[in-house]
């Protein structure tokens, strides 16, 4: 079998009306898609925003009883979202994770970017175990040690500020019986 070398030829487009336009369109819709390069926050299609209901709440300490304004992560979609991606948290702010009933949990610090103090709260609202100044962007999981109904996540040092220990009491509507 001969194989014969295929001679140099050019190959012109053809012209097409509007084409260049058309081309410009498309590379202007690309662009915006792309976003030129920038990081993009990808969500998932369809996937419902994250709202979380807010409340008040009073922890009851040796030295004193202290209010927080907390939002409320009460179903798996706001607990799985919980305080990632926040670059603040007001002093007087927390995150509540209710779990419904007691049960062993374990919280990590998957995307979150301020360091937190944790308190491990079982169905009577009394404080199981406080983890204090956890480390932002950790995996590594943080255990309630035994069953609790609830984590309340406040600013790092709070725990401290504040003298709050294992033993003291949450006062919330999900363990104060008379609130049901």
Not at 35 to 52: R, Y
Not at 111 to 125: K, R, V
Not at 130 to 139: D, G, H, I, Q, R
């Amino acid at each position: 079998m001969d194989i014969k070398p295929i001679p140099n030829r050019v190959i012109r487009p053809i012209p097409i009306p509007g084409h260049r336009t058309a081309l410009v369109v498309l590379a202007t819709v690309l662009l915006a898609v792309v976003g030129l390069g920038q990081p993009q926050t990808v969500v998932a299609e369809n996937a419902p925003e994250v709202v979380f209901p807010r409340s008040s709440l009073t922890i009851e300490t040796a030295t004193g009883q202290y209010m927080f304004s907390v939002e409320v992560a009460d179903t798996r979609a706001r607990r799985m979202q919980g305080l990632q991606h926040r670059q603040t948290l007001a002093p007087d702010a927390g995150m509540l994770f209710d779990y419904g009933e007691s049960r062993e949990v374990a919280m990590w610090m998957k995307n979150t970017h301020i360091s937190l103090d944790m308190l491990f709260i079982d169905e009577a609202g009394r404080v199981a175990r406080v983890a204090s100044n956890t480390e932002p962007f950790s995996l590594s999981p943080i255990s309630s040690g035994e069953p609790v109904k609830a984590v309340l996540e406040l600013n790092a040092g709070t725990a401290r500020r504040l003298d709050i220990r294992p033993g003291d009491h949450v006062h919330h509507e999900i363990f104060d019986a008379s609130a049901k």
